[in-house]
């Protein structure tokens, strides 16, 4: 048994969810051939036919039922976070968390909770590209003992409107146009833009959308966010509001747009494929589940309404409680059967935790399950296997299309004495879902409180805590986005609107999209700082990364297989790029595979690149022009680099010599502060792997920010 069949097996033993799913689970090797009615079919290559040469006949059957069931194998894409990537995992929590919540999975800290993830983007259909400039969806469904509970939450803490009323309008607005289906998977356009002008309760969601956050390099690299204010429960009865995190363990870190783009042509499936090798390589994403609790005493002590979605509650005035840690462990069998058709829901919920009356939510659970019944074609989608909860169901309800249990006996109604009114409504003590009981009154109005007015202090605030190469990125995105509108008007609005947020952030977009400086850029009242809001400020590490390695005949064996080796021991994944693929020799004759060529990959896909030494390979290398792009390109990225001995000279040869020097007094600065790691004495070969190390995990060295321009890549 291979490691992977292995660590299979072991998730399926261990994950309670997975034993149900066995049940399910077919597999279809060394068996002969039936129709779906189970008779053995002779031949499949040819339809029967009246004659060689002659019409196919009604009577084939086996013909008639693969054509059928090709025909109809098609079910609606979801109305949004069409293109998504769902695995299996484990919940477990720290330590029990009584005092806040009764529910009985945060309880028990040896209790290994199974959860089905699906990560997604939003705007694009199912076949769009996964590294597009879009919020990414991060939903979870948790299969507990009391029944199935879904945190269907996002990469970025708000949302872009406060009433669900209007998100028909907000999707209409971002998806292609409906005249010509332009342009996909993109934001960039003048109906979207049009929208938000018109709409200024997206200032603080625009912000999060044109920042880092909206171009993950993982998905095991983005936070999660429940957005709305939910309520835990104690077994006392006692509420308070509280907020769910997702903290990755990888910290968060993102691509920079240039490359997010020639990703999407490269290799459109470049977050699942991560995901996907990840896994199948035991590195397990974990994620930390936070909480951020408010007393129900303390609802009005903030200046922003704590139900409005439009708005964090930030980090340094309501700290996040870390109370357990998710582990992603297993791919799914069926892209098909698991990940299109689990159908998630904020109203899945178990006791302990109920809803607030953020006007967001409170739309939210009309529409999940109502979108199930035409994406899933009817009301029994909970019986697909990977929507089954663990916990038994009883009730009255009955048929519909594809019903698959068979409910035994003549009564489905109650109250009844035919089965002694069973299934019976459980008590609170037997763990009965209570609605938590709010005093609620008022008006029948169609109406916002003023408390959700302030579009703008927020976004200011989310400005004021960019580093200043974040701010860069924002301002780019702005050019891009904004860029690519047609209408004049809608721009200068556009302007207009942000001056509200910072007037140097609307006088750089302005400069860059044709548009009018404002007329009086505002110097914004707010000056605050939210730290935790920044990646600058994320968790840096270098497992799991990848560095390419630029090869050819000729190498030295020696230093690549020590670098190699080191890279190993800190989880850095390595793989040989070269002109072509097949085996390459070295100097001493050892023979190294290639991975990858020039054609099959680029610099893109990975975090880093190493050139280690051997005077012919680098002389061919010399000489090539994908690899001289392929340094320039991963330089332009703010990636690090790293040469050995005569791999110095690659580098010497690339646009980094002119460009990175100029302005650097010696090559040791260029060296320390760029994140260029480089030696031309092999026996200090310990002292480069440990720098190159430190460099990876930094991600990237913004500091070559001001660089990329004059890079020819
Ligand atoms: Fe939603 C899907 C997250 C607002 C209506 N939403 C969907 C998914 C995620 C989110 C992650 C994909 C689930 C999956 O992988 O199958 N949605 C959010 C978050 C929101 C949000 C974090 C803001 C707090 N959504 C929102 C509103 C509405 C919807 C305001 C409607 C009133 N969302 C839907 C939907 C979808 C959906 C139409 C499409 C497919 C599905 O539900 O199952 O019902």
Partial sequence: MDKNQQQKENFI????????????????????????????VSHTDDSLKAGNRGPTLMEDFHFR????????????????????????????????????????????????TPVFVRFSTVVGSRGSADTVRDVRGFATKFY???????????????????????????????????????????????????????TPETAHMIMWLLSDRAIPR??????????????????????????????????????????????AGKDPDYHRRDLWEAINMG??????????????????????????PTKIWPEEIVPVKRIGKMTLDGNVDNFFAETEQVAFHPGHVVPGIDFSNDPLLQGRLFSYLDTQLIRLGGPNFHEIAINRPIAPIHNNQRDGYHRMTIDCGSVSYSPNSLQANAPMPASEAENGYVHYQEKVEGQKVRQRNESFNDHFSQATLFWNSMSSTEKQHIVEAFHFEVGSVMDKEIKQRVVDMFNNVDGQLAVQIAAGIGAMPPKAPMIPTVTNQSPAVSQENTIKDARSRKVAILLENGFNHTEISQVMESLAGAGVQTEIISKNLGMLTSVEGQQLEVGKNYVTTGSIKYDGLYIPGGQQSVSTLTMQGEALHFINETFKHAKTIGATSEGVDLLMASAIQGVAMA??????????????????????INTFTQEFINAIAQHRHWIRQNKKQMIPA
Wanted: charged content about 25%; hydrophobic content about 35%.
């Fill in 144 to 198: 507990t003992e009391e029944g199935n509970y879904d945190l269907v939450a996002n990469n970025i803490p708000v949302f872009f409107i406060q009433d669900a009323i209007k998100f028909p309008d907000v999707v209409h607005a971002i998806k292609p146009e409906p005249h010509n289906e332009i342009p996909q998977a993109s934001a960039a356009h003048d109906t979207f833009w049009d929208f938000v002008v018109n």
């Fill in 65 to 112: 039922e693969k054509l059928t069931h090709f025909d109809h194998e098609r079910i609606p894409e979801r109305v949004v976070h069409a293109r998504g990537f769902g695995v299996h995992g484990y919940f477990q929590v720290y330590e029990p968390i009584t005092e806040y919540t009764k529910a009985k999975f945060l309880q028990d800290p040896s209790v290994k």
């Fill in 13 to 40: 033993h261990e994950n309670s969810k997975n034993k149900d799913l066995e049940s399910y689970r077919a597999d279809h090797g060394e068996e002969l051939l039936t129709t779906n009615q189970g008779v053995r």
């Fill in 218 to 263: 993982s998905f095991r690299m983005m936070e999660g966010f429940g957005v709305n204010t939910f309520r835990f429960v104690n077994q006392q009865g006692k509420a308070r509001f509280v907020k769910f995190h997702w903290k990755p363990l990888l910290g968060v870190h993102s691509l920079v747009w240039d490359e997010a783009q020639k990703l």
């Fill in 283 to 308: 590195e397990y994403p974990e994620y930390e589940l936070g909480v951020q609790m408010i007393e129900e005493e303390e609802e009005f002590n903030f200046n922003f309404d704590i139900l409005d």
């Fill in 663 to 684: 302005g650097a007094d010696t090559q040791d600065q260029l060296m320390s502060e760029m994140g260029v790691v480089t030696i031309r004495n092999a026996s200090d």
